[in-house]
């Protein structure tokens, strides 16, 4: 089964957590409801006595930092008197002395919370706090990605689907297909993404449909980006802008989707696209 999103970037937050700090262990999960957050994702860890545990908001430094949803940190986490100590058998199994908590925060709720640790009871400095918030909102962006696509797969499958839908409707329908085919290369999941792309490819066809379709049409995938930014009277520029890639880039795109489908302005290439079913 392939890993979820939350799995992908906690593990390469907490990878990069320790190469921007220098610290030897971090570790990290996802909250399972309001109050709980469970380790799932370790690195550098020497044992797995971390690994399953359950964090209660309030409870140890991670619990703190999800109560407070702030960074929290202490220099000797066993003789600490800031932090309640449920979780210290595991803490010292795995020799751990300072440990700073930073909680994932998107649109002010707590969805997670990363830690980094040191063997040794050390003061930690701006350069540590600073890595794990960075490590941290890596996290939050790539769940803020997630939600806004799965709200825009729910809204697409009701507008497509909805046999009352007003003609006028399909312009809508037409700037999701565009928002979702920039959101494609940004999500991490791949079902997540392989959904998306259905839904796509859902739109398209259901335009596809009502026209003739040429024969023999096959666009890359970054083809169908650009023409679908295109379509929605995006210049190169803000093509560009919207799908993280250079202007070059987007007219190299723009120039062979333009030779494949037989056009020789932007606006024919957009018009066989929608013939072909790529673009709704």
């Known amino acids: 089964m392939p890993e979820s999103v939350d799995a992908v970037e906690m593990q390469a937050a907490l990878l990069r957590l320790r190469r921007t700090s220098g610290l030897p262990v971090a570790f990290g999960g996802m909250l399972s409801d309001s109050r709980h957050a469970r380790i799932a994702e370790l690195n550098g860890a020497q044992t797995t006595a971390l690994r399953g545990l359950v964090i209660s908001a309030g409870s140890g430094l991670g619990g703190k930092s999800i109560a407070l949803s702030r960074p929290c940190a202490v220099t000797d986490y066993r003789s600490s008197r800031h932090i309640s100590h449920e979780y210290d058998l595991a803490v010292a199994a795995e020799g751990l002395r300072s440990v700073v908590a930073v909680p994932v925060v998107v649109r002010r709720t707590v969805r997670g919370v990363l830690y980094g640790a040191l063997r040794a009871p050390v003061t930690l400095g701006d350069r540590t706090f600073d ?27 009701e507008q497509v689907t909805d046999p009352r839908a007003a003609p006028e409707a399909w312009e809508d329908v037409r700037e999701a297909h565009r928002e979702l085919r920039a959101l494609v290369p940004k999500v991490v999941d791949p079902a997540l993404r392989d959904d998306l792309l259905a839904v796509c490819g859902l739109l398209a066809s259901a335009a596809g449909t009502r026209a003739p379709k040429p024969r023999g049409v096959h666009l890359a995938p970054r083809e169908v980006d650009v023409l679908a930014c295109v379509a929605a009277g995006a210049t190169n520029a803000v093509a560009a802008e919207r799908l993280g890639l250079r202007p070059e880039t987007v007219k190299g795109y723009l120039r062979s989707a333009m030779r494949k489908l037989g056009a020789h302005t932007r606006l024919e290439a957009v018009v066989a696209a929608r013939r072909a079913g790529l673009l709704p």
């Open 131 to 157: 890595a794990a918030m960075a490590a941290a909102r890596d996290v939050e962006q790539a769940l803020v990605v997630r939600d806004e696509v799965q709200q825009l797969l729910a809204v697409t499958r």
